[in-house]
Structures are given as structure tokens and as C-alpha cells.
């Protein structure tokens, strides 16, 4: 994969448009969004292949680091390293001045009763949430009985040790290369 | 903020310098394969504890309601609450730099690889074990509701219904925080009036 597309400085302006908008829509992850970046990248503009914009998301989850570097990947694949960083610095810019500024604007107020009723109210929803990633994240594994026993060892052994995440995860992949997952 | 100062958060722990936040989310984010925030769990509450369970639980529920990607908040709201801006930037880098050089290196090497049937393996079990660790962290998270000014049984059924809301029936995130979330805010508001 690598960049195909020549682009002209208005090409650029909304490859970064694109992703700046989007920033503030997503809500639980720019994964999210991923329909919406599909749409503009693939039908839109014709930057990408479906196959190349499935490829894309999927590097970036099995890579290390935080999923949200698909969108690096995309703007890769788009434009090579300046398309990357355009599109990293759109997804990213907003919602980074929202968040510091929400943390500061709540720690400045931690006593009131609305900050406190913020925090407790949106805490179980929270886990509710992170529950809920979980059990997305483990859709592709429901087809096969062996990735669902791992999923459901890896809640059981990390659930009740303080075992670092990195070992399960080279357990998996140890296991996943043998054709055991 | 001066490097020194150091910012009393009631944790056991604080980082002493935005270099070594730098090195810290660096570390996590490198072992954070189909997600960051299990590690980021294990790494800033029982490795380094610079967090207790219940900050982070709070730290996270600002960073899950806010658009961007939950680690990228929580990295700058911790980063921030430390050092400043500084902090915030410092954390971001270490999240994003390395690992983005190395799937960035990744994209290029794509086609060379994507075949290989063990390699395909390997992606599906690490897969697995992603989808596991997100699950066993927000089941060892779940004791911090106890102290919930919502009261044990109802913040609980506040879970399981976000749980089942995005999850199970896969309703738009914004409907779950705008609806059910602010009806918990509210009820949380009404019960710490009457204490």
C-alpha cells in the first residue's frame, strides 16, 4: 500500500477538512466515524479501494497503539507521509482542545454538586460502555469455539491476576499462529 | 507548572517530570495490541500508581463521553492535571510516535505479508485476547461503583444498561450519553441534594 494519488493543495485542505470535522462527531472513538471516512475517501473521492480502506483499519488494530492511528494509515495510503500527518492533525486538533479544556473547566469545579453528579452518574455508564467494546471486539471470535475459549480464559486469568496485558496478548498471537484460535 | 511541583491528586504516586509521562505512555501504548486502555489500567494504577482505581474510573468517564478517542483524552487530561499543556503534549507524543512510525512502516510492508496463513493466525487470536482484556477491565473497574452516590443497585443497572443499549442492540453512542447517561447525572444531582 502506498500512495497513488497525486494531490493538489485544495486536495490537501480537504483531506484535513474532512478529518476536522469528523473529530467532534466521534463520540466513542473515530472508529466510529469509520462509515462516514469510507464514503468520502472511497465514494467521494476515489482516493481509496474498499479493499485498501478494510486493510487500513484492520493494520492499525492489530499494530500496536491506540486504534486511532487507522486514520494515519488512511491518510497514508492517500498521500504517503504528508496525507498522514494531515489527517492525524484534523481527527486529533479538536477533540484535544475540547478535552483539555472539559478536564480543566471540571477540575476547577470538583466540589460542585453538578461536577460531582457528572462524575458519579457517568462512571457506571462508563463501564457500561467499556463492557460493551469488549463484547464488539469479540464478534469476530463468536464464529469459532477455540477464539471464544481464549477470550473467555483472558477474563478469567486477567480479571483476578495483575499479569502485564502484553503476555496474554503474545499468548494469543502464539496460539493464533498455530491455527489454535 | 514547574517540574517540581508536584500536583497532590491523593494517588500513592506522581510522575516527576513530562519526560517521564513521555516514557510511561510510550511504554503503554507499545503494548497496547487492540486497544491501549487495559494497559493504560494495569500501568498507571497498579504499575506506577500514579492513579487510584477510582480516579481512573472518573478519568475514563470524562475521556468516554467526550469526542476523540478515550486514551488520547485520558493521556491529555492526566497529562494536563500534572504539568499543563506541556504534560498534555508530552503524553500525546508518547502515545502516538513510535507506535505511528510503526504502523506506518506496517502500511508499507502490507502486501508483503498479509497472506501468510500464521500471520493471518496471529492477528485472529491476538483478536481474541484484545476483546478479553477490554471485558476483565471493566469487570475489575466494576468494584469502584460501590461508592457511587447513585447507590450500588442503581448504578449497577445504569451498567447493564449501557452494556445492553450499545452492545447487545448497537444504539448510537450519542442517544446512550444523551439519554440514559444525563437521566444517571440527574439522579445523582437529586440524591446528593438530599444528603
Same mark, same amino acid.
Given at each position: 500500500m502506498s500512495a497513488a494519488v497525486a494531490l493538489v493543495w485544495s486536495d490537501w485542505l480537504g483531506l484535513f477538512a474532512h478529518f476536522l470535522v469528523l473529530s467532534l462527531l466521534a463520540v466513542g472513538g473515530a472508529i466510529t466515524m469509520a462509515p462516514e471516512m469510507n464514503r468520502y475517501l472511497v465514494g467521494d473521492r476515489g482516493w481509496l479501494t474498499d479493499a485498501q480502506f478494510t486493510a487500513s483499519v484492520a493494520l492499525a488494530q492489530a499494530?500496536?497503539?491506540?486504534?486511532?492511528l487507522f486514520v494515519a494509515v488512511l491518510g497514508w495510503n492517500v498521500a504517503g507521509l504528508p496525507g498522514a500527518l494531515a489527517a492525524m492533525a484534523g481527527i486529533l486538533l479538536p477533540s484535544t482542545t475540547l478535552a483539555i479544556a472539559a478536564a480543566r473547566w471540571g477540575a476547577a469545579r470538583r466540589e460542585h454538586r453538578f461536577v460531582r453528579a457528572f462524575h458519579a452518574g457517568m462512571a457506571p455508564l462508563s463501564l457500561g460502555l467499556l463492557l460493551a467494546t469488549g463484547w464488539v471486539l469479540a464478534e469476530p471470535s463468536r464464529g469459532s469455539l477455540a477464539a471464544m475459549a481464549l477470550v473467555v480464559a483472558t477474563v478469567a486469568i486477567m480479571a483476578r491476576t495483575r499479569l502485564s496485558p502484553i503476555w496474554m496478548i503474545a499468548a494469543g498471537a502464539a496460539l493464533g499462529a498455530l491455527g489454535l484460535a | 507548572m514547574a517540574e517540581a511541583a508536584a500536583v497532590d491528586t491523593g494517588a500513592p504516586r506522581s510522575p516527576r517530570s513530562p519526560r517521564e509521562l513521555f516514557a510511561v505512555f510510550n511504554r503503554m501504548s507499545l503494548q497496547g495490541f487492540g486497544g491501549v486502555l487495559p494497559v493504560a489500567q494495569h500501568e498507571l494504577v497498579?504499575?506506577?500508581? $500514579?492513579?487510584t482505581r477510582e480516579q481512573f474510573v472518573e478519568m475514563l468517564a470524562l475521556a468516554q463521553v467526550l469526542p476523540g478517542p478515550n486514551i488520547v483524552n485520558l493521556a491529555l487530561m492526566f497529562g494536563d492535571r500534572h504539568f499543563g499543556l506541556r504534560g498534555a503534549l508530552a503524553a500525546l507524543a508518547g502515545l502516538l510516535t513510535v507506535p505511528g512510525i510503526i504502523v506506518l512502516a506496517l502500511a508499507a510492508l502490507y502486501g508483503e505479508f498479509a497472506h501468510l496463513p500464521r500471520v493471518a493466525g496471529a492477528l485472529r487470536g491476538m483478536g481474541a485476547v484484545a476483546a478479553g482484556l477490554v471485558i476483565a477491565t471493566a469487570l475489575r473497574l466494576w468494584p469502584t461503583l460501590r461508592g457511587n452516590p447513585l447507590g450500588r443497585h442503581a448504578s449497577a443497572l445504569v451498567g447493564a444498561a449501557a452494556f445492553v443499549a450499545v452492545? /447487545? /442492540?448497537? $444504539?448510537p453512542m450519542w442517544w446512550v450519553v444523551g439519554g440514559l447517561g444525563m437521566a444517571a447525572v440527574a439522579a445523582a444531582w437529586w440524591r446528593l441534594g438530599r444528603r
Open positions: 499494530a500496536p497503539g491506540p486504534n486511532i | 497498579e504499575r506506577e500508581r $500514579w492513579m452492545g /447487545l /442492540l448497537r $444504539w
